[in-house]
């Protein structure tokens, strides 16, 4: 079912309603609907198995501009019994009605890597699952894996006046996470492009220009002089 921007702005008003974004990564940093969970195609299996998404959930979708069919036939076929409809011509249809939008921000780990040793309020969340965080992780970072974050009893520990990085495997993860962070009032987040995979990269070059890193390098750490991440003592 296709909705109207009207008929649309009605649904979410009531309670328990779920807005999930189906649009890309790279749509999405662009704006998006507040309170809207990213829930691209691949993803949705990750979000019913995380508990976040039940059956029987009450939702609404914001799929790509002229796939809006597809997602109607999509969440019909998954067998979501109070499945809403999609929201016609999209986010642009939010828009044009001059409705407010949220933003996603994403920065590359080279500014993670600047900001370490000057920002005292800076906070890594880590959400990947507790057995890889263990195998290495940055130094002081808070573990929080995703399939937890469903539960807003789990952000306890995080606080609107933290400047929160999100690390996730390769990045994909942390739009959720950012989604679910801003869902609950949790605002000043960014997402870390490429995740952990990025600060293996990262460690890869900085052995190449000789300054070696253990293999199974536990707690990197930013050396505020030379800009690079080393092997902490701890």
Known sequence: MLLSIEQFQKIIQEDQ?????????????TGYIPNAIHAPKHQL?????????????PIVIVAPTGAENEADILFRKLGFTNYKGVLQNGYAAW????????????????????????????????????????QGHIKNSLNIPLVELADPGSMSELDEHFNIYILSDNGEDASIAATL???????????????????????????????????????????PTTGEFEESED
Not at 17 to 29: A, Y
């Open 95 to 134: 828009i044009e009605a001059g409705n407010k939008f949220d933003i996603i921000i994403d920065v590359d780990i080279d500014e993670l890597a600047m900001d370490i040793p000057f920002d005292e309020f800076l906070m890594v969340l880590d959400i990947r699952e507790e057995e890889r965080y263990h």
């Open 45 to 57: 299996g990750k979000l019913i198995a995380m508990g976040f998404l039940q059956l029987d959930s």
């Open 17 to 29: 309603v779920i807005i999930l974004d189906t649009r890309s990564f790279e749509d999405l940093v």
């Open 181 to 223: 962070l801003k869902k609950e009032g949790i605002h000043n987040n960014r997402i870390v492009n490429g995740g952990w995979e990025a600060v293996q990269e990262l460690k890869a070059e900085q052995k190449k220009r000789g300054r070696p890193l253990a293999a199974a390098l536990k707690n990197p750490v930013k050396n």
